[in-house]
């Protein structure tokens, strides 16, 4: 719990946010080629790299896993996270959101909940796995 309430969570959760946000937004220019589904799983790719990128640089400095190995725990730990964010955002898009009765930018609700689920426990995993020091 302690590890949540750190200034390393903090860095972490905006440097996320600003993968988010490309994941976010990515999924709404690649909804314009491809199916709700598919946009998901391609923008999270997008995110993906963005977050490796900065977590690397911003949030685990001190981490001595090397590259490769910090590259493939990432994987890991993301396919995990892709597996939830995909299963939530669909969820809420086929049976939540039509039954609260929204009716104005379903997709974008449905994927932005989607996107906020696997924080922690991705955050644990890329703490203790990808990023370890």
């Given amino acids: 719990m302690q590890a949540l309430l750190s200034r390393e969570f903090l860095i972490f959760i905006a440097t996320g946010g600003i993968a988010a946000a490309v994941n976010f937004l990515s999924r709404i220019l690649i909804s314009q080629w491809f199916g709700f589904s598919i946009a998901i799983v391609l923008a999270y790719l997008c995110g993906m790299v963005t977050a490796f990128v900065l977590f690397r640089l911003f949030v685990f400095k001190r981490s001595t896993t090397p ?20 299963a939530v955002s669909m969820l809420m898009y086929r049976y939540v ?10 997709r974008e609700l449905s994927h932005a909940v989607g996107i906020i689920v ?12 990808t990023f370890k020091s």
């Avoid at 959101?97 to 379903?106: H, T």
Wanted: proline content about 5%.
């Fill in 97 to 106: 959101v039509p039954a609260l009765g929204i009716e104005i930018f379903q």
């Fill in 118 to 129: 696997p924080v922690f426990s991705s955050y644990l995993g890329h703490r203790h796995f």
């Fill in 67 to 86: 590259l490769h190995q910090s590259a493939l725990w990432f994987a890991l730990v993301n396919a995990v996270a892709i597996m939830q964010t995909w």
